[in-house]
């Protein structure tokens, strides 16, 4: 049988003169009819750019093909090289032969235009339906991705569906005149654990329905185990190995292939959690909170009242030991990022009190609590010197910029393994990983008890991601520094967290010791989240689909939720009472 | 809805605002009406003639009297009497006002159907040598004054071809519609020329942004021809900053183009306004600035009617 898809030497360059910038130098692959591979590889490897060159949309975003050929066997039999194609045959191509999803569902949908449209809009292009017949087939293109009440869904605008929801009508969208190969461009990595488990089911059962080829890229390595037949892992714009899925995800062959694997925090539930603290009786925390409740007013129209308040966070209530590290877990929109915020003082909290062992906190510029936030591209000033940014913090609390406060500078920056004179130097000469050690080095410039930490890894490859684990690991060893690690990814947890706070719909349903919390999860919630997190080990393993929404947190004024009733699972772990 | 709710109920408050701030700010200046009305004959006037005068005109009372009997009077669509006319200030405003409005709609015509065009087509060349021909054109447009650029017009007109622009009394659209189109195209063109420029270049820019969205990726991806790709999925998105200049350039118009109507001798709410304040006809001035300030007001109300309908963003309240 001929292959679908066969890519040969594929050179792809940027810029004015394309093959001085090289982003990928000679990638080769075939795909057969049906067969997915999952091009895997961290950020700058080249695999989007090798994945958009396949349907020519590298050209729109300045980058030209400069060599090797990729041939496409149509749906006539004919084969066509792509590389020589005319925009109106790509035209024609793209939609009806070549499908494509991306990574944000929340900006690849036209904001101006109805989800219905937008379905529409294939059919119209390739099937040439119009009116009643075009509607009628986007429907069934919604109904297909699961989307409930998909004639009601037709006429929303994109901003009234959820991130989940979006990316379920792009890849209706892109799936509407039965593609034979589907282009997925990290289609899950902006959406909750949870929500990717459904896509990534939703992915496979489409995919057995409708026998296309898949071309799934992602950074995740431990994502692709469940569905590809083939791996290709792309480094510096070349394939380094690449093979059949077992074969590389077991013998992988390549350095880089092995360094990958080992960089990723693999899910062991609980196996691989900290043990190097535990609690002495007596202590004073470091942060004790108790109460909190952060509410948002839902402003109503002009002539009404307020029509009820968001409870972003309900009731929450923690300690945090000097050396400890608490994570908390929860989806977008728990409340997760609020209690930190509250916290810091960066909200206002409704009610609560939380405390610090230097006595009760009262406004953000408190130097015993210190964070670190998820971007570490945008939480830099760009217009600062380094000296100038790691100042500042001082500078706030109100001290002065002395020698010592230099040789305090030097000294972290040295610690947190950047070069000394990177105290002259701007955020933007920096990479990922090293603009975060600054941000950490930031944090401590006041000496903290407790660092907020706000998916402080998340943003970064997960190589990256490991060194700098690493060296907070370390930081927290050296000096008894307390964590609060807010994160939605249970893996990098598992390596950090000493006790696990499991946040749902702002509220804490599961708290404890972080190894009997990941390993016998209690709440139905904990427990879900814990089985959607996708893991090398559990190959082929498939997720029911599950289109359960997070429940509204709109509620209305006055409202105040019933007592939590608590159930105690061992000594240090216990989850809230389900109904 | 709770927007235009809003933006409803604001207006009244800004009306209310801009009439006192209209009504004490011409009374600061020194001098008196009567004086500036009759020249050196007000000084044969007996002091009984000056008093019985400015009963006439109001001017006796103290001024917050005649603040509130003026604005009891612009609720009854009373706007007061004009010194220099001897008519009532609404109908002189209204008399002139039809060809001020004709001719910033046509200006608009011109500097949408040019502007919007070539900001489009630039944005689809970036940085090819159309593009840099187009900006720079758009430069020059910019940053000519109008007065220049209608002068430049007729001279090229008489000078190389032998036309003179229509001249003479101004006729109204209804009474004879081809003379008048003939007597305002020009003046269209020339007030339309800079506007042109600057709505080239805020399409451009707006356009260029929305080129590199994702969903403009997304469409390209299921095949949507070039053609569709920038009329319908990207300039919808690209419309708003236009929409937004093309609104405050039109509340500009509609306050008159002293210099333009000066050139060509078009009666036009500009002129009046200058002749009322040289005059120091304190009710014309009062009036036409309120009525400037109500247009300004209705097409910034307009505009935000046009951003609702353009972005169901706006419309249904940012989500998520």
Redesign the interface.
Known sequence: MTSLLSVSNLRVGFGHDPAKNEIVKGVSFDLAAGETMAIVGESGSGKSVTALSI?R?VD??GGKIIGGSIKLTRVDGSVLDITEAK??V???????EI??I?Q?P?????????IGTQIE??FR??RGLTGRQATAAAKDALDRVRIPDATRRLNY?P??L?GGMLQRV?IA??LACNPRLLIADEPTTALDVTVQAQIMALLGELKRETGMAMIFITHDIGLVAGIADQIMVMQAGQAVEQGALSEVLDRPQHPYTQHLLSAVPHFESGRAARADFSRKEKETPALDVDGLVVRFKV?G??FSRAQGSVHAVENVGFDLMPGETLAIVGESGSGKSTTARAILGLVKPTRGRFATHKGSITDATDPATQMVFQNPYASLNPRLRIDSILAEPVIAAGGRVTNETREKMKALLKRVGLPEDSLERYPHQFSGGQRQRLCIARALMLNPSVVVLDEAVSALDVSVQAKVLELLVDLQKEYGLAYLFVSHDMAVVERIAHRIAVLYAGQIVEIGNAASVLSNPQHSYTKRLISAVPSIDRRNQHFEIDTRQVPSLVRPPGFEPPEAQWREFGPDHRARAEA | MSYLARRLLTFPLVMLGVSILVFFAIRMIPGDAITAMLGTEAGLLTPAQRESLAAYFGIDQPILIQYWKWLIGVFQGNLGISVIHGKPVLSIILERFPLTLQLALMSMVVALAVGLPAGVFAATRNEKASDLIVRVLAMIGQSTPNFVVGLLIIYALSAGFGILPTMGEFTPFLTDPLRNLGQMILPAITLGFAFAASVTRISRSAMLDVLSDDYVRTARSKGVPKRSVIWRHALPNALIPVVTLSGVEFGYLLGGAVLVEQIYALPGLGRLVLEAILQRDYALVQGCVLFIAFNFLVVNLLVDLLYVTLDPRIRLGEGG
């Open positions: 349907n949309l729109f975003g925009e109106p790509l035209e024609k191509i793209r939609g009806s499908g494509m991306f944000e929340m900006t690849s949908l036209n904001p101006v235009l109805s809009e294939s292009l390739h605008a901003n009234q959820s792009m969208t892109a402003k129209s002009m």
